[in-house]
Each structure stands twice: as structure tokens, then as C-alpha cells.
């Protein structure tokens, strides 16, 4: 089977929950098969990313950035976006998992606070041309795993077709309503089977959000 039809099947089943909502269905304990014992998840807590926390300033930051990564200053791109007049912080590694081809981290200190309110780690297109859509599905599959293992608020989304080029793969919410959010963008299935065998234009963006209802954005 050619990459490109890997990659459409691939998608295909990841959007058949959609007919559900992509809504969990359960967040209630799990049985043990050896003990027989319930088992319940532990609540997720989203408090930034690594050594990264959410309400640190940019030193405080930067000094995160430096040990999560051994990153120097002088290779730590520093922007301002001009929609919403936040700081960003950007770090390009070219390995941070063992999948996944390189990733660019990104940093977003609030308008107003000047503290860290947003980390998106992004991998595929727009980071590097050195991956593979392979690479990039089996790191989606991994992320999304791992996410499932802890407790989340009722309504946790994933596998959910949010519109013809992209999918939440998974979405979830602490008990301070603080968010995960890992999607998957891609073109259409048309343009996907007219393109290269490298899937060059699949890109995986995963979010970690202080607050979605109340983002510190310029407004």
C-alpha cells in the first residue's frame, strides 16, 4: 500500500468516532482483571510544560527553557504576534522525542501579565522537512495514548473532525479548567493523493492552555 493511502486510511479512522461527538464516553473507575479491584484515574494536572509553569515570567522562563533543554539565550528566538501582542518565546530542537522528526516549542507570555499562559509544541509541516507522515501518525497515536491515562472533566473530547483539514485528536481539561488540546492538520483528501509520498504537509500541534475562556490576549 502506497504512504498516501496509508495516510487516508489512517484518517479515515481516526474521524469514525466523529459520528459519537468524539465525546469519552466514560471517566469513571477502571477494573483491575487480576485483582478484581476498581481502579480509579488519577486527575490530571496541566500546570505548563516540563519545567516550563504557567505564571512564570520570561527570566523564569528562559531559565526552564535552558535546563528542560540546554538551550543558550542567544539561540531562543523572541517575537511579539501582531494580532494579539502577546511575547512568544521559540525554541527549535531537532529531536525532542524519539518520534516525530524535529519540533519547534513555542512560549506565549500574556499581553497584560507578562506570564506564561500558553506552550504549543508543533511538529510536521512548517518545523522541518525531515519527517514522515508515518513518524508523525505513530506520535499522534503515542500522545493520545498517554493522555487517555489520567482523569479529566466530563466531556473530554478526541478523534473529532473540527473541519475537511483538521482533527482533535485529543482535548481535555483539568479541574481548573486548564487544557490539553493535540490536533492534527492536513490537506484534503484530494490534494493529500496528489502529493508526494512524504505526506510533507501533515502537521501535529499540541497545546498546553492556562485558560481558554479568558486568554490574556490584546482584545
Known amino acids: 500500500m502506497s504512504l498516501h493511502k496509508k495516510i487516508c486510511l489512517t484518517l479515515a479512522l481516526l474521524l469514525c468516532s466523529f459520528s459519537t461527538g468524539g465525546l469519552a464516553e466514560s471517566q469513571s473507575p477502571l477494573k483491575n482483571l487480576d485483582t478484581g479491584q476498581f481502579i480509579t484515574k488519577k486527575w490530571k494536572v496541566i500546570d505548563g510544560f516540563r519545567s516550563a509553569k504557567f505564571g512564570m515570567s520570561e527570566k523564569q522562563v528562559m531559565r ?4 528542560d533543554f540546554k538551550v543558550p539565550k542567544n539561540k531562543i528566538e523572541r517575537l511579539v504576534t ?6 512568544v518565546l521559540i525554541i527549535h530542537l531537532p529531536k525532542l522525542m524519539e518520534i516525530g522528526g524535529p519540533a519547534d516549542i513555542v512560549y506565549i507570555l500574556g499581553y497584560k501579565s ?12 512548517g518545523v522541518s522537512d525531515n519527517f514522515t507522515a508515518e513518524e508523525i501518525m505513530t506520535l499522534l497515536s503515542k500522545l493520545r495514548t498517554h493522555f487517555m491515562k489520567d482523569r479529566y472533566k466530563k466531556g473530554i473530547v478526541f478523534d473529532s ?16 479548567d486548564r487544557m490539553i488540546l493535540l490536533y492534527l492538520d492536513y490537506p484534503k483528501p484530494k490534494e493529500l493523493e496528489d502529493k508526494k509520498e512524504t505526506g510533507s504537509d501533515l502537521r501535529l500541534i499540541l497545546s498546553y492552555i492556562q485558560s481558554v475562556e479568558n486568554p490574556d490576549h490584546f482584545k
Do not use: E, H
Open 64 to 67: 526552564a527553557i535552558a535546563k
Open 82 to 87: 501582531p494580532l494579539y501582542k502577546t511575547n
Open 114 to 125: 507578562k506570564k506564561l499562559i500558553q506552550v504549543n509544541v508543533d511538529w510536521g509541516k
Open 161 to 176: 473532525k473540527a473541519s475537511d483539514t483538521r482533527t482533535i485528536v485529543f482535548r481535555g481539561k483539568d479541574l481548573k
